[in-house]
């Protein structure tokens, strides 16, 4: 099993995503063409039920309210995105280039994402608190996916003495700011800044 495999298999364990079950996957589905196309705060569970072609009934069975849609509907596509850039990893050699790759990749992705794209345009007094005060309970998560491709790279190559979560959680709030505050020389929209900031502020400081 590869190191990215270990890793996308102990984030799985946190996000437990009903398998086979078409109607749950309808309703994702719908609820994120809906936000892409007018946002949370404009979207109702009502119109992700008529858009799924489902009950609304139905749509409130597999998720109590929009919160646990929107939820769902960000950590599917974290997961997703997660599963293209392990594959992209495979061409690059080396434990701590796969990870500051994999930096890379994250942050200049996130922000090209359709559905970020639109929640900073039409619902920025809404992500602001769900980015912030509310988003460590879903980042746990990740934090745990990143610690765990830390320790794997600890058993091939020599990496700082700072504790896996601690280096995980650095990242994470690093991507957190720069994905929230865009502006400014490191921007998420160049890859070559993002980039220059793996290589010149996190190698240094991983590799210790």
């Known amino acids: 099993?590869?190191?990215?495999?270990?890793?996308?298999?102990?984030?799985?364990?946190?996000?437990?995503?009903?398998?086979?079950?078409?109607?749950?996957?309808?309703?994702?589905?719908?609820?994120?063409?809906?936000?892409?196309?007018?946002?949370?705060?404009?979207?109702t569970m009502e119109d992700v039920a008529s858009r799924a072609g489902v009950g609304r009934a139905t749509a409130y069975r597999r998720f109590g309210d929009k919160d646990q849609l929107i939820h769902a509907v960000i950590l599917r596509e974290a997961k997703q995105e997660l599963d293209r850039i392990e594959q992209d990893l495979k061409q690059v050699e080396g434990g701590l280039n796969k990870l500051l790759e994999s930096f890379v990749l994250a942050v200049t992705r996130a922000h090209a994402h359709p559905l970020w794209r639109r929640l900073q345009t039409s619902d920025t007094e809404i992500i602001l608190p769900f980015f912030t005060q509310g988003l460590w309970k879903m980042m746990a998560f990740f934090r745990m996916y990143l610690a765990t491709m830390l320790e794997l790279v600890k058993k091939e190559e020599t990496i700082s003495d700072l504790s896996t979560e601690f280096l995980a959680e650095l990242m994470l709030r690093l991507m957190q700011s720069m994905l929230l505050s865009p502006e400014g020389v490191m921007n998420p929209s160049d890859e070559a800044s993002v980039r220059k900031v793996a290589?010149?502020?996190?190698?240094?400081?991983?590799?210790?």
């Open 199 to 208: 290589e010149q502020c996190l190698r240094p400081l991983m590799a210790g």
């Open 1 to 43: 099993m590869s190191r990215n495999t270990a890793a996308s298999n102990a984030f799985l364990q946190g996000i437990q995503l009903p398998e086979g079950d078409k109607t749950y996957v309808k309703i994702l589905d719908a609820g994120l063409e809906l936000f892409i196309e007018f946002g949370l705060r404009r979207t």
